[in-house]
């Protein structure tokens, strides 16, 4: 069906080195010696570990535990025996540590029972409820959880559903023959999606330099009965990204502060819509995925692999050459080199490009910014990566997020383009990494500030507690002592004698100022309370280890005594002054 296309800003067309991995079909990569499952493998929050060494695990048993609606469960990628629950090395450039689940594989990959269902039957918040818990996320690279892009926006209509087959990073493949091998399982899971999403029109958009995956997805579209339409795009990177591709098939430009859905059109990857249904149709959690294995090998080639595997065991089945010096996870656009090959491979991981320095030789020494404008010509979002480049590199930050460094998708066309060899991407990594560390620093002082403040306050209301309750017990023991009184002066009446009115008067004399004694008691207290605490000062202030002095130190204390005492001997006379009357 031929319709008209939209184009987006910027964009480069790097080279694809996409034939080297399309010459064989998928392969099942063989159960590693030890599966490494990272808990947080998607955007939200960190899944709850529910599992312990020792404990005994079947393919799919849930090892992490969805922590809140935002998050998504993970299995266990094949059956073996939990040998620890321990911190290790993510796939991630900072090389920090996070929380992972360690399986011994026992070689059986011995499934739990699994309980396909006829989701049609089901509402759809159980639909989502399922996918949440099946860990289903987006496999084109952002991981967010499925399940939170399933719910339409209440006040605008969905018209478009994009399902981005474009695929336009060099050297990745997975998805091309996905499409091509496994058609029609995708295409039953873009049914999923659209009976939960309801919109008008369905649209596949791939690149044109993929006709035999476009082919597979018409044939399937026709063999399934839907109407779905298989749209070829122009191959020009980065077509592939969610925001780019909505633009080219529908024409509406996704400003950055809002969602798609606020425009009526949501996006996803063919790769999920598979996994969706596998979750659906069989029972399967996602315990795998599709990854490209290429660059400086002898045979690339696209593998289904466990998640948790080594990243260097994966490597090993292409027969890297020997100048390989590290792994590359993505593509040489928006990819980075692992911090440590044995790495495991994540449900983020759609490829695996051995590095060496003849595929990819070192740039050249980076050289001052001539402000040729290449950068913003080449940039997608329509920003200005030399005016961000400058106050990134003098840690203006404020700056930088006034020119919308947070839009930047970091895709990489102004470092692909750029005639001085900068690396921007790098610079705009780092000014976003330091604005969210002192975003960070600010907030965890706003909420020491406020902790602060209400200790002071429990403490002020604590004191005005104890102050209340001293009060009150001596109004108390100042009442008894009244009542006391009153009770003696009325016991020298005769039971016979009927008060007159002016005995009355007399009777009630007693109980009149209760009240105010009652008041003068508690002042009271509490000076004694606070001539108490005084004193247990003074004491505790008294000289300590003047058994040894010597005579000079003697004689400064004898003097310092003498002072003391004169001073004391001096209060009574002042206040026997009567200009102290008043302040007495």
């Not at 529910?50 to 922590?67: F, H």
């Not at 930088?400 to 383009?417: A, K, L, N």
Request: glycine share 6%; charged share 25%; hydrophobic share 40%.
């Amino acid at each position: 069906m031929l319709m008209n296309l939209f184009k987006f800003k910027g964009g480069v067309k790097p080279p694809t080195n996409k034939t080297q991995s399309l010459g064989r079909p998928i392969a099942q990569a063989p159960i590693p010696s030890r599966l490494v499952v990272p808990l947080h493998q998607s955007i939200g929050g960190t899944p709850r570990p529910v599992v312990q060494a020792g404990d005994k695990v079947l393919k799919g048993q849930l090892i992490g535990e969805a922590d809140g609606w935002i998050s998504a469960a993970v299995h266990a990628p094949t059956s073996g025996t939990v040998v620890d629950v321990a911190m290790h090395v993510q796939p991630h450039p900072s090389g920090l540590d996070a929380l992972c689940v360690v399986i011994e594989p026992d070689g059986k990959d011995e499934w739990i029972p699994r309980e396909p269902v006829d989701y049609k039957a089901l509402t759809p918040e159980q639909v989502r409820e399922r996918l949440q818990q099946a860990g289903v996320v987006g496999l084109g690279g952002a991981v967010f959880p499925t399940h939170g892009k399933l719910t339409a926006s209440k006040t605008v209509p969905m018209e478009e559903m994009v399902i981005n087959g474009a695929e336009c990073e060099p050297f990745i493949t997975c998805d091309d023959l996905l499409m091509r091998e496994r058609a029609g399982e995708v295409v039953r899971g873009i049914g999923i999606f659209r009976d939960l999403l309801q919109p008008k029109r369905v649209l596949i958009g791939i690149e044109d330099n993929k006709p035999e995956a476009a082919a597979a997805m018409r044939a399937a579209v026709q063999a399934v009965g839907e109407t779905f339409e298989v749209i070829q795009v122009p191959t020009l990177y980065p077509a592939g990204g969610a925001k780019q591709l909505i633009r080219v098939l529908t024409g509406k430009e996704v400003p950055a502060a809002k969602r798609s859905t606020d425009l009526g059109v949501q996006c996803f990857n063919v790769a999920t819509a598979y996994t969706a249904w596998r979750a659906i149709a069989h029972g399967e959690p996602v315990v795998s995925r599709l990854v490209t294995v290429t660059g400086n090998v002898h045979e690339p080639r696209n593998y289904e692999v466990l998640i948790g595997t080594p990243m260097d065991e994966l490597l090993k089945l292409a027969t890297p050459h020997p100048d390989t010096d590290g792994i590359v996870m993505g593509g040489p656009m928006m990819g980075f080199l692992v911090p440590d090959p044995k790495v495991p491979v994540v449900k983020a991981t759609n490829c695996l490009i051995a590095h060496s320095d003849r595929l990819f030789p070192p740039k050249a020494p980076e050289m001052p910014c001539i402000r040729c404008g290449a950068c913003a010509q080449a940039c997608p979002h329509e920003l200005q990566p030399f005016e961000m480049y400058w106050f990134s590199r003098a840690k203006n930050f404020g700056k930088t997020q006034e020119y919308h460094i947070f839009d930047c998708i970091e895709c990489g066309c102004c470092s692909f383009v750029c005639p001085s060899r900068i690396p921007l991407v790098q610079y705009f990594r780092f000014a976003k990494s330091e604005i969210w560390a002192r975003e960070r620093e600010k907030n965890a002082a706003d909420q020491a500030k406020e902790r602060f403040e209400f200790k002071q306050l429990r403490e002020e209301r604590e004191k005005a507690e104890k102050a209340e309750k001293l009060a009150k017990a001596a109004a108390a023991q100042a009442a008894k002592k009244a009542a006391e009184a009153a009770a003696a002066a009325a016991s020298g009446d005769t039971p016979a004698e009927a008060p007159g009115p002016a005995s009355a008067d007399t009777a009630a004399t007693p109980a009149a100022p209760s009240a105010a004694d009652a008041e003068k008691a508690a002042k009271l207290a509490t000076i004694q309370a606070a001539m108490e605490r005084a004193k247990a000062q003074r004491e505790a202030a008294q000289p300590k280890n003047t058994e040894q002095l010597t005579p000079e130190q003697q004689r400064a204390a004898d003097e310092i005594e003498a002072r003391r005492v004169a001073a004391k001997l001096v209060e009574p006379v002042a206040s026997a002054n009567p200009a102290n009357e008043k302040a007495e």
